[in-house]
């Protein structure tokens, strides 16, 4: 883990959210004909800012082409700087997002996942919540912390998707522990798998509306990807 401490920088993420929602508000309904409640968090710390413009680029080009097999309400969470922690209202409009995202602006700081994963319990057991998608670089927290919170995440039925952008060994090993624990699955990424990451924030999506089996009707590019977080769904 370095220490990064760079200058504030605007983050162009708005045209990820509004492409979801649109995209997600078109597709039928699952079988089980119910909402999907999605909580997306992002690490907004200083750490990402090196690469923060490609990464917007690739989570806007993820967002504009996902597939979630019903309707979906979000709820966007992230943290920044010195103990700075936000979250939206449970969202089904697109353009409130975009708002949102539009002041969102990358700050040195510490990972605040615990805070994350203590929201995401909060709300699920005030309403369900059915996947916790969070997309970060590194750990600056206990571990063993994490994992309790995860494994009480996996009680509540509420399992965490991690996408992990870079390669920091340490990560690697929590997120993936992190992940088990909470009954998700973990994917690491960078900006040359792009087509690959599209297949797993869909796969999240789809999860969140119609649970495991939803992952089989996605479109069959995509499905190499979907398998990879189903074997681990499925243990």
């Keep these: 883990m370095s220490d990064h401490s760079k200058a504030l920088k605007k983050v162009s993420t708005s045209a990820e959210i509004d492409g979801f929602i649109k995209r997600s508000a078109t597709l039928p309904l699952s079988a089980s004909n119910k909402r999907g409640r999605l909580l997306f968090a992002l690490d907004a710390t200083a750490s990402r800012e090196p690469t923060w413009d490609s990464a917007s680029d690739l989570q806007c080009r993820m967002f504009a082409n996902t597939k979630a097999l019903g309707s979906l309400s979000v709820q966007l969470c992230y943290f920044f700087g010195y103990k700075q922690f936000k979250y939206t209202p449970w969202l089904e409009d697109s353009m409130r997002l975009t708002g949102v995202m539009g002041d969102v602006r990358c700050m040195a700081g510490a990972t605040q996942i615990s805070r994350v994963f203590q ?40 399992p965490v998707f991690i996408f992990h952008e870079g390669s920091d060994s340490y990560a690697t090993d929590g997120f993936r522990q992190i992940a088990r624990l909470s009954g998700g699955a973990y994917a690491p990424f960078n900006l040359s798998s792009v087509g690959a990451l599209e297949a797993l924030l869909s796969a999240a999506a789809a999860f969140s509306i119609g649970g495991a089996d939803a992952l089989q009707h996605l479109p069959e590019s995509q499905l190499k990807y979907a398998k990879l977080l189903e074997q681990q769904l499925r243990g």
């Design 119 to 158: 929201h995401a319990l909060a709300e699920t057991m005030a309403q369900r919540v059915h996947a916790l998608v969070y997309i970060g670089d590194c750990i600056e927290e206990s571990i063993d912390y994490l994992g309790e919170l995860a494994g009480q995440l996996k009680l509540h039925g509420t």
